[in-house]
């Protein structure tokens, strides 16, 4: 039986081999710590570093690649950004589609006195910009939204809400790029993103344990690192330096995985975004026509609409729990996948699903149209078993 991979929303794979190949050049002749030395392996560590910052930074528009700390997700990145930016009385606003990683920063800090406002969705997952300008205070420090769902793929109007929240005062735009960065265009300058937080091992085909987080310039003065120690610069200073990337950069790298993530990023830019979002599309279009003559048995939450959504896809099969669909999809038909909440409780709860949440699948570019078929097949089986 043939394995398909149909959870590239929880971690892209396969990777690209020049990832892996990457990864395996580092460690074979480098091996050294950027910045903690002087000799040459430390020297061709740091570069290895810095061009991965630098391909991330044309991949999202940034000017300066100093503007950019690498980080190991995109939970670490948002935790810098909320509780940083957050102090007891400021407002943020958020929608009811996001992922915990944004959630539940927000609920520990609104226990120590900062006051969230949860933005309602459509049931499809869909949001209204006009209701973020509507929620906007005059103590409103931040507005936080996630650029896409990963329960639902729908895409959030982020340029929109950049282009309005600028017209309102002085308030912070943080996106979750988690689930975009790599697969669809992300242009911070455009989009009016004052803070980006992103992973790599999602669409942008790097490792595990990589990620990042863009600070528009000036702004990282006023938000504290939630780690502090050695950054291999200033070392006759026992404080923090408190400039970008290294007030947020503490300790030894994962320099292995930065190795990986530029060669991701790499592939991502050769391949270019145009494209790998065209694959995407068609494969997601493909299943979700296929689904369209199984609506009596089978409910597919979210716009059912490729072009306005990214390649997740959440269903229920009626009177079949997602734990028991997932378990037949990969016992039967070698299908992975992910059933359940998808760490996203409110997002669930927008759509109707919640407690049990939905069988998810997700389509990459290293899928095939063969793959959606495939997929499409199962769900039939297990209808019909």
């Given at each position: ?13 396969p990777k690209p081999d020049a990832m892996l190949a990457a990864m395996i050049s ?163 300058q455009r989009m009016k993103i004052d803070i980006l937080a992103f992973t790599g ?132 038909w070698g299908i992975l996948c992910r059933p359940g909440l998808h760490c996203a ?41």
């Amino acid at each position: 039986m043939k394995t398909i991979y149909l959870d590239n929303a929880a971690t892209s794979f396969p990777k690209p081999d020049a990832m892996l190949a990457a990864m395996i050049s580092y460690q074979q002749t480098i091996g050294a710590n950027p910045g903690r030395s002087g000799h040459g392996l430390c020297i061709d560590a740091g570069r290895i570093v810095y061009e991965t910052r630098e391909i991330l930074a044309r991949l999202f528009n940034i000017d300066d690649p100093l503007c950019l700390a690498l980080t190991k997700n995109s939970t670490e990145a948002l935790n810098i950004a909320l509780q940083g930016t957050l102090k007891p009385g400021d407002h943020i606003i958020t929608s009811a589609m996001e992922h915990n990683s944004v959630m539940r920063p927000l609920r520990f800090l609104e226990s120590q006195g900062v006051k969230v406002s949860v933005i309602p969705c459509s049931p499809r997952g869909e949001l209204d910009p006009d209701d973020i300008s509507k929620a906007v205070r005059n103590d409103t420090r931040m507005v936080v939204l996630t650029h896409a769902s990963n329960v639902t793929g729908t895409i959030f109007p982020i340029e929109a809400v950049g282009l309005r929240l600028k017209e309102q005062g002085d308030i912070i735009f943080c996106v979750d790029a988690a689930q975009t960065a790599g697969a669809l265009p992300v242009d911070v300058q455009r989009m009016k993103i004052d803070i980006l937080a992103f992973t790599g091992h999602k669409s942008l085909y790097g490792p595990q344990g990589t990620g990042g987080l863009y600070i528009r310039k000036g702004l990282e003065k006023k938000i504290p690192p939630l780690m502090m120690g050695g950054t291999g610069s200033r070392s006759e200073f026992e404080k923090q330096p408190d400039f970008m990337p290294d007030k947020y950069e503490s300790g030894t790298p994962n320099t292995i995985g930065i190795a990986g993530l530029g060669a991701g990023a790499n592939f991502i830019s050769g391949k270019t975004i145009a494209v790998i979002r065209a694959k995407e599309e068609q494969l997601t279009a493909r299943f979700l026509d296929h689904m369209i003559a199984l609506r009596d048995r089978v409910v597919v939450y979210g716009l059912n609409n490729a072009a306005i959504q990214t390649a997740v896809v959440s269903f229920n099969v009626r009177n079949i729990t997602p734990s028991d669909a997932a378990l037949y999809f990969e016992e039967k038909w070698g299908i992975l996948c992910r059933p359940g909440l998808h760490c996203a409780p409110s997002a669930h709860r927008t759509i109707g699903t919640f407690p049990q949440g939905t069988v998810r699948f997700s389509f990459g570019f290293l899928n095939t149209s063969e793959d959606a078929d495939y997929a499409a097949e199962a769900i039939i089986g297990l209808i019909n078993r």
